[in-house]
Each structure stands twice: as structure tokens, then as C-alpha cells.
């Protein structure tokens, strides 16, 4: 008899993350995994796209990168998109049948970074509605101190003002059309915000309405970071007046507003092809 994987979440773990809109789970890669997730993140800050930017200021002492959508032409972040755990926990999270693979999102903050990545919500960036998660996989050892925060709970909403990260300009809706998020750095002990420490290849999932945002990383070493996404069954296409982030023009005049996801660049990932 061929050996059974023990599920990386519970019922009861299933049942927090429906709660709060955010799990730690221990484990989510293998070694060999985090190795290729090395690798490609690698690729990607050795060749960037058009898509890539740098996130800090010219001041801050270290510095901040990101990349988004890269699965098409780098085979590590596709394989681990893939053939990982990651859609199973995905599929386990949001209680879905079908996962969609949405996007990656490749975040590395070099040592002695100053610049935090502001408390927002992800979902109004985005061009779909419905639910998501974000799989937030370090493949470097993160302390709680430069780790990852999440406000447990505002998953439920409402959308709040999306704002541009360096210059807090409201560049996707007009001022006063959406609350303001709180001021959560002036009374942390309001909220209940959740970090780890995080060894690599472990990771913290998310809802995409969590609001979520990260201290600088003031270490000697680097936070590389692979950020999986992935959409449940009830995903819809929702094309935005604004540039989303990223941005997927190839979708124009393709998919109407609210159909499926039902296109090549969100391939189902989960169930597997080969499950009968």
C-alpha cells in the first residue's frame, strides 16, 4: 500500500482561517522545494520585467524589490505554483472544489531596509472578485520583527481606500469614495495583529481582503519572499477603470465582466489533472 500525506491543515485550522483570514502553516515546502523557490527568485532579480519595481526610497539604506507574474518564464515559480501542497491548502482554506493558480509575486527586502510596506487590503488592486488566498512563503529565516502583519478578522470587510505605497496618493479611487483604513501603527494594541517567526518554507495564508502590511527588514541578511495566489470556484472576472496590480491587459476585450476565470493565464490547479 502506497503511503498517505497527512493534511498541513486541520478542521480546526480551516475553521480559524474562515474566522480570522489568516494561518500560519508550518512546513508548506519541502527543502527541495525551497531550494527551487531560491532559484527562481534568483531568476527573477537577475532578469526583471516590465512589471518590476523598486518599492523603497533612494534614501533608505537597503532596499525593497518586487516582481509580479512570472510563472510563465521561470519554471521554478511555475512548478511550485503547481506541484506543491500549495494549491491543496489553498483548496482546504477556501473550501472550494476548483482552484485557479491567479498570480506570483516575488518581494525581497535586502538588509537594513527602512521602508515599511503600508497596511492595505489586496483585493482592491486586483481585477477579480470573489475569493482569493495569498500564500506568503519566506525562503529565508524571518523573525517576528521583520515578519509579515495581519489584522485578524478584517477579512470581513469593507474595502477600504487603496492608496500608492511611497506617496500615499489615492490614484485608484476618488478621495472620500471609500473609509479610510484606521490608524493601526498609532494603537497597535487595538487590533489583533498576527505575525511569526517563520523558518523557510513556511508560510502564512491569507484572505485578500486581510488587512496586511510589513515592518522594514533591519537584519543583516536578506527576506526573499514567493507570494502564491489562487482563486476559488466563485471567482469572477471584475475588469477596474484603474491600473490594476498587476495589471492584465491581455484580458481586454477577452473575458467579460463576470465571467469565470475560465483562461490560460489561470490555469486550474487544483484538483490535480490526474485525479479521477
Known sequence: MSAVTPPLVSPSDIEAYARDGVLVVRGLLTAEEVELARAGIAGVLDEPSMLAQVASGVDDPGRFVEDFRRWGDVPQIEQLARE??????AAALLATPEVRFYHDHVLVKEGGTRQ??????????????GHGTSAWIPVDPVPLAGCLELVAGS???????PRTFLDGKAKWFPEGSLDE???IEADRGAFDIRAAELAPGDAIFFDFLTVHGAPGFPFAGRRRVLSLRYLAADARHAPREWVTSPPFDELVDVLPAGAPMDHPLFPVVWPPAHAV
Do not use: A, C, I
Not at 492595505?120 to 472578485?129: E, G, I, K, L, R
Not at 477579512?155 to 481606500?161: A, I, Y
Open 84 to 89: 506543491s501542497r500549495v494549491p491543496e491548502v
Open 116 to 129: 515599511r510596506t503600508p497596511w492595505h487590503q489586496d483585493q482592491p488592486y486586483y481585477n477579480v472578485d
Open 155 to 161: 477579512h470581513e470587510g469593507p474595502w477600504k481606500m
Open 181 to 183: 483604513l484606521p490608524d
